[in-house]
């Protein structure tokens, strides 16, 4: 007696078999956040992870949310202390940070959170690599022009106000190298020695981390030092 034959559901094997592989790969992806997390959008912010490409953005978010910075200081291990506000009008300073163990010269000024923790990720994953590649030695201290100042851009009677006005940024003037050297935006930046070369290098580590960087190559005001700020901005930084 013949008997028909029953072909398998192709589609539903196919769908089951599609499902575990989407499941598989859900899997493997969450493994490899979890042991990435610079590449975790999610994942909590160390300042001392590597670069990543969730780093931009989660230190974008630090710019408006003094908490949330001071919780990714701590969460980094970095030394700091906050002073009372200070100010008045446009000149308010709410949030006035200061880093405990990084070395300032002439002191390590009271800024914004947002601009503290982008000095020390600046330093850690972008000035202290350039300067032990280019040079050969680490760097033992920073030297700046200022941070807060109580005016409008360029010193103007009128127009947008500089974000030196509440301390959200500091002029970077140069480098002194633990071996005794010290290398000045002023002095050394053009040509394509190694002086020069790390110059340049920490100018572009910056742009991955600040707001705004502005340099020599910005405009003749900026010939003497490295403007940075944490404004905030919509998309991406301001670099040049």
């Not at 001071?70 to 700091?80: A, G, K, P, Y």
């Not at 202390?81 to 163990?101: F, I, K, N, Y």
């Not at 030196?164 to 935006?185: C, K, M, P, S, Y």
């Amino acid at each position: 007696m013949r008997k028909d034959f029953v072909f398998p559901d192709l589609r539903l094997d196919t769908w089951l078999l599609g499902l575990l592989l989407l499941m598989a790969f859900i899997l493997a992806a969450r493994a490899w956040l979890h042991e990435n997390p610079q590449h975790n959008p999610w994942a909590p912010l160390d300042l001392r992870h590597p670069p990543g490409l969730a780093m931009p953005g989660k230190l974008a978010s630090l710019r408006n949310d003094p908490a949330h910075c001071r919780e990714v200081l701590l969460r980094s291990e970095v030394s700091f202390s906050v002073l009372p506000a200070a100010g008045e009008g446009q000149c308010l300073r709410p949030d006035r940070t200061v880093l405990e163990d990084l070395e300032m010269s002439p002191n390590a000024p009271p800024v914004s959170c947002g601009v503290a923790a982008g000095m020390m990720r600046w330093l850690e994953q972008g000035v202290i690599p350039a300067a032990e590649e280019e040079l050969g030695s680490s760097v033992a201290r920073i030297e700046h022009l200022g941070a807060y100042s109580c005016r409008r851009m360029y010193g103007s009677d009128t127009g947008p106000w500089s974000e030196h006005a509440t301390g959200n940024a500091i002029d970077i003037a140069g480098f002194v190298l633990e071996d005794g050297r010290r290398i000045g935006v002023l002095a050394d930046w053009d040509g394509n020695d190694a002086e020069a070369r790390f110059l340049h290098r920490a100018r572009d580590a910056a742009c991955d981390i600040f707001g705004t960087v502005l340099s020599p190559d910005y405009n003749e005001a900026h010939g003497d030092h490295f403007h940075l700020d944490q404004a905030d901005r919509t998309f991406g930084s301001f670099c040049r």
